[in-house]
């Protein structure tokens, strides 16, 4: 049988939706507007800590950075301060200090006053360079009194035994002539000249090493 219900939409119960079906689609909806809103609070709550976190980083990276850079400078300065100071060191290594070498040679010729060893005068000292080797002659003509050889001997022994001695690399032997002067007591004297050739105070490998 067919029904034909005239009555309005409103009013036609089997067209109406239920209540219980409202609740569920409202708990629904609140329960979906719940969890985005807990989600939005603990992303953008999370986003806001990484943000501080890496403001943070930034901060600290730029300040280490700058640390970094400083700490070069210094190590740049510290390289610069010891090639001066090895600079200044090698400086006084092959530099010569002529006023000690000229005492201690005097030492040996007065030889604490002891004339019966020997007592020896110079006429002159003349200094050369070799530009090569870098080392340096000596040439001192000179003459010790008394016309006895040993004399010029013992004056070669006592500056084998001098101080600077070290910086010989080699010497003249002892020889001379002996020459007379009526004007001397005793007139007899040996004539010499003590020839010394010092050691380089630079090797001159070492000169060219630095120089490459």
Do not use: C
Not at 91 to 116: C, Q
Not at 140 to 157: F, M
């Amino acid at each position: 049988m067919i029904r034909i219900n005239l009555l309005p939409v409103e009013y036609r119960r089997g067209n109406r939706i239920s209540p219980k079906l409202l609740a569920t689609a409202f708990g629904s909806a609140l329960a979906v507007a719940a969890s985005i809103g807990w989600f939005g609070i603990v992303y953008f709550g999370e986003l806001g800590e990484l943000e501080r976190q890496d403001v943070a980083v930034t901060a600290e990276l730029a300040q280490k950075k700058k640390k970094g850079e400083y700490y070069d400078k210094l190590e740049a300065n510290r390289l610069d301060y010891s090639s001066r100071v090895q600079t200044i060191q090698d400086i006084g290594r092959s530099r010569r200090v002529w006023s000690k070498f000229v005492d201690e040679l005097v030492d040996v010729v007065n030889n604490n006053g002891d004339a019966e060893r020997h007592l020896a005068w110079f006429d002159a000292m003349t200094v050369r360079t070799d530009q090569r080797t870098r080392g340096t002659q000596i040439t001192l003509p000179g003459l010790v009194q008394g016309n006895e050889l040993s004399k010029i001997a013992n004056l070669h022994r006592d500056i084998e035994a001098a101080p600077f001695a070290a910086d010989i690399a080699s010497k003249s032997p002892p020889a001379g002539k002996v020459e007379s002067d009526k004007t001397r007591v005793p007139p007899e004297s040996f004539r010499f000249q003590l020839q010394l050739n010092l050691k380089p105070m630079v090797e001159p490998a070492s000169t060219t090493r630095r120089g490459k």
